[in-house]
């Protein structure tokens, strides 16, 4: 490394390495189980087995995502306890509610998945095989609902009192359901979903862009993108009452996303730029008067700037360009899903044309790229607090000389664990390809028909 050894700097970044790993496939594991219910529920409505095949192959691929998300998943446990030990001491029994139930969640969710896989085309009814997702949809969203209730009380911890620095007196229920809890827990959910929908349509968009012109995947690409134009005009609108929480309760967080350093009202949103040394903004597009419609909803609320906190208690700067990542990719998913429903409603338009399909192929990465980018902004924007206004990270992290061994051990198992995921996800579906699974089941033929 490039710097003199500090066990909070490394515990700092091998956190930020399990969790930027892990919620690829925590992401992954929220959103999946619901797009598999969309699918079957449309081939049981529609008697179409396209559907049902659908669900059948993203189901076994999703068991694959859950099996590293496990492991992932372990790690930030074990890394709670040993990198973060005055933390754990003083909020541990405050976080313990929802982290103990978050891991009900998620065995909640296994069982019934593992039923759900075992039980296809053994009963005659399709509907009784389609009520057994419906626990996996529910732990999977459970899951998140709970472990980002924890993240949301260190944005704004309650439910406590603080005495010697032990967290006493606490109400575990109190400390989940705090102002962060609606917003933080809506918006989470809500884009695991759309970035599942997009990675499941840029596998069907790189099908079609290779020349394979099956009304299976043009199917799964409607599919997706009508439910991800739905999950990204959400995501806007739940990312409109984000900015309202942080305008109310993280002004300071607010001011260094957008730049702002003086307070005033009407206030511009500032878009990229290039901060100076002397706190000056250059090549950056400002949109007047957004950033206090986005803070109040009217241009004359009055946004707090940088200058008025205390230098010591501001987050890094660069959050800046983390937010922007993060808006710019939501309002590209949110164009291209809206277009491809839109050209797909005009009957003479082609919503399968090649431009549109490449678009689509981009916001799969870039929709969990958006993911990441959002996941450092809160965490980052939080700083220097682990627990916001309560204990720093300094206060709360280890004081082992040797976490820079764990990080070297932690980032070889991560490239293991992400190496043989993708192998054994691309040679799953390479030997088993759709064409000779619908060769099964008698439906050989492709076409150039609108998937409707």
Same mark, same amino acid.
């Given at each position: 490394?490039?710097?003199?050894?500090?066990?909070?700097?490394?515990?700092?970044? $091998?956190?930020?390495?399990?969790?930027? #790993?892990?919620?690829? =496939?925590?992401? @992954?594991?929220? &959103? *999946?189980? +619901?797009?598999?219910?969309?699918?079957?529920?449309?081939?049981?409505?529609?008697?179409?087995?396209?559907?049902?095949?659908?669900?059948?192959?993203?189901?076994?691929?999703?068991?694959?995502?859950?099996?590293?998300?496990?492991?992932?998943?372990?790690?930030?446990?074990?890394?709670?306890?040993?990198?973060?030990?005055?933390?754990?001491?003083?909020?541990?029994?405050?976080?313990? $509610?929802?982290?103990?139930?978050?891991? #009900?969640?998620?065995? =909640?969710?296994? @069982?019934?998945? &593992? *039923?759900? +896989?075992?039980?296809?085309?053994?009963?005659?009814?399709?509907?009784?095989?389609?009520?057994?997702?419906?626990?996996?949809?529910?732990?999977?969203?459970?899951?998140?609902?709970?472990?980002?209730?924890?993240?949301?009380?260190?944005?704004?911890?309650?439910?406590?009192?603080?005495?010697?620095?032990?967290?006493?007196?606490?109400?575990?229920?109190?400390?989940?359901?705090?102002?962060?809890?609606?917003?933080?827990?809506?918006?989470?959910?809500?884009?695991?979903?759309?970035?599942?929908?997009?990675? +499941?349509?840029?596998?069907?968009?790189?099908?079609?862009?290779?020349?394979?012109?099956?009304?299976?995947?043009?199917?799964?690409?409607?599919?997706?993108?009508?439910?991800?134009?739905?999950?990204?005009?959400?995501?806007?609108?739940?990312?409109?009452?984000?900015?309202?929480?942080?305008?109310?309760?993280?002004?300071?967080?607010?001011?260094?996303?957008?730049?702002?350093?003086?307070?005033?009202?009407?206030?511009?949103?500032?878009?990229?730029?290039?901060?100076?040394?002397?706190?000056?903004?250059?090549?950056?597009?400002?949109?007047?008067?957004?950033?206090?419609?986005?803070?109040?909803?009217?241009?004359?609320?009055?946004?707090?700037?940088?200058?008025?906190?205390?230098?010591?208690?501001?987050?890094?700067?660069?959050?800046?360009?983390?937010?922007?990542?993060?808006?710019?990719?939501?309002?590209?998913?949110?164009?291209?899903?809206?277009?491809?429903?839109?050209?797909?409603?005009?009957?003479?338009?082609?919503?399968?044309?090649?431009?549109?399909?490449?678009?689509?192929?981009?916001?799969?990465?870039?929709?969990?790229?958006?993911?990441?980018?959002?996941?450092?902004?809160?965490?980052?924007?939080?700083?220097?607090?682990?627990?916001?206004?309560?204990?720093?990270?300094?206060?709360?992290?280890?004081?082992?000389?040797?976490?820079?061994?764990?990080?070297?051990?932690?980032?070889?198992?991560?490239?293991?664990?992400?190496?043989?995921?993708?192998?054994?996800?691309?040679?799953?579906?390479?030997?088993?390809?759709?064409?000779?699974?619908?060769?099964?089941?008698?439906?050989?033929?492709?076409?150039?028909?609108?998937?409707?």
């Amino acid at each position: 490394m490039f710097f003199e050894y500090d066990p909070v700097i490394y515990s700092r970044i $091998l956190t930020g390495l399990t969790l930027g #790993f892990h919620v690829i =496939f925590a992401t @992954i594991g929220v &959103g *999946i189980p +619901l797009m598999i219910a969309i699918a079957e529920w449309m081939g049981i409505k529609r008697n179409d087995p396209h559907y049902t095949l659908m669900a059948r192959r993203w189901a076994r691929g999703f068991v694959v995502t859950v099996a590293v998300g496990v492991v992932t998943g372990t790690a930030i446990g074990l890394q709670l306890s040993l990198l973060w030990p005055n933390f754990m001491q003083a909020a541990g029994h405050t976080i313990g $509610l929802p982290m103990f139930m978050e891991t #009900f969640a998620f065995f =909640f969710e296994a @069982i019934f998945l &593992g *039923i759900y +896989l075992y039980t296809w085309d053994r009963w005659k009814s399709k509907m009784k095989h389609f009520l057994l997702v419906i626990p996996i949809v529910i732990g999977a969203t459970a899951s998140a609902f709970f472990i980002t209730s924890v993240n949301s009380f260190m944005n704004f911890p309650q439910g406590f009192t603080m005495i010697d620095g032990i967290l006493t007196d606490v109400s575990p229920l109190a400390a989940m359901f705090n102002p962060a809890t609606p917003t933080k827990i809506s918006h989470v959910i809500i884009t695991c979903y759309l970035t599942s929908a997009f990675i +499941l349509g840029a596998i069907a968009a790189y099908k079609l862009l290779k020349g394979n012109n099956h009304i299976y995947y043009k199917k799964a690409l409607h599919l997706t993108m009508v439910s991800a134009a739905v999950f990204a005009i959400g995501t806007a609108i739940i990312g409109d009452l984000s900015g309202k929480y942080l305008h109310e309760y993280q002004p300071e967080k607010l001011a260094a996303a957008e730049w702002h350093f003086e307070t005033e009202s009407e206030a511009p949103l500032i878009l990229g730029g290039i901060l100076t040394d002397d706190n000056e903004v250059r090549y950056a597009l400002k949109i007047p008067f957004a950033l206090s419609i986005l803070a109040g909803g009217t241009p004359d609320t009055i946004v707090i700037g940088l200058n008025d906190f205390p230098a010591e208690e501001l987050p890094p700067l660069w959050i800046h360009y983390a937010f922007d990542l993060m808006v710019f990719i939501g309002m590209y998913l949110a164009f291209v899903s809206v277009l491809f429903v839109f050209m797909n409603w005009k009957k003479n338009w082609n919503a399968f044309n090649r431009p549109l399909l490449w678009s689509v192929l981009a916001g799969g990465p870039l929709a969990m790229l958006a993911i990441e980018a959002g996941w450092f902004f809160t965490e980052v924007g939080r700083q220097p607090w682990i627990l916001n206004q309560v204990m720093t990270v300094a206060e709360g992290a280890t004081t082992s000389q040797h976490v820079d061994i764990m990080l070297y051990v932690f980032i070889i198992l991560y490239a293991v664990l992400g190496i043989t995921c993708v192998r054994v996800l691309s040679r799953m579906f390479k030997n088993n390809p759709v064409e000779r699974e619908l060769e099964k089941r008698g439906l050989t033929h492709t076409d150039d028909r609108k998937a409707n």
